[in-house]
């Protein structure tokens, strides 16, 4: 027999990378699901199930100390959306990796 639960969890998720020069701070805030299945012999199974997650606040330092800031609701600079756009990949791998149960 599988017992199924699933937990609703909202919850600010903030995500930092350094490379080459630059760093980049985002929150995100991030509405999920917590599934968990209990099985038969006593384990356990937990997935992620995204509801939303939106872009909150971005800090942005460029490799000549140049600084950008964004909060949501003010249009974002064109140099902003483009390093979230190139950190796409790792940005959702941080969340994900937050997020996990």
Same mark, same amino acid.
């Given at each position: 027999?599988?017992?199924? &639960?699933?937990?609703? *969890? $909202?919850?600010?998720?903030?995500?930092?990378? =350094?490379?080459?020069? @630059? /760093?980049? !701070?985002?929150?995100?805030?991030?509405?999920?699901?917590?599934?968990?299945?209990?099985?038969?012999?006593?384990?356990?199974?937990?997935?992620?199930?995204?509801?939303?997650? &939106?872009?909150?606040? *971005? $800090?942005?330092?460029?490799?000549?100390?140049? =600084?950008?800031?964004? @909060? /949501?609701? !003010?249009?974002?600079?064109?140099?902003?959306?483009?390093?979230?756009?190139?950190?796409?990949?790792?940005?959702?791998?941080?969340?994900?990796?937050?997020?996990?149960?």
């Amino acid at each position: 027999m599988t017992e199924h &639960t699933v937990r609703e *969890v $909202e919850r600010d998720i903030p995500v930092y990378i =350094e490379r080459n020069g @630059i /760093y980049l !701070e985002c929150t995100f805030a991030c509405k999920y699901n917590v599934i968990t299945d209990r099985i038969g012999n006593g384990d356990r199974r937990s997935s992620i199930e995204w509801v939303n997650r &939106t872009l909150i606040k *971005v $800090e942005y330092g460029d490799a000549l100390d140049n =600084e950008y800031r964004w @909060i /949501y609701g !003010e249009d974002m600079h064109p140099k902003i959306r483009s390093v979230v756009d190139t950190f796409n990949n790792e940005i959702q791998d941080q969340l994900e990796k937050a997020a996990k149960p």
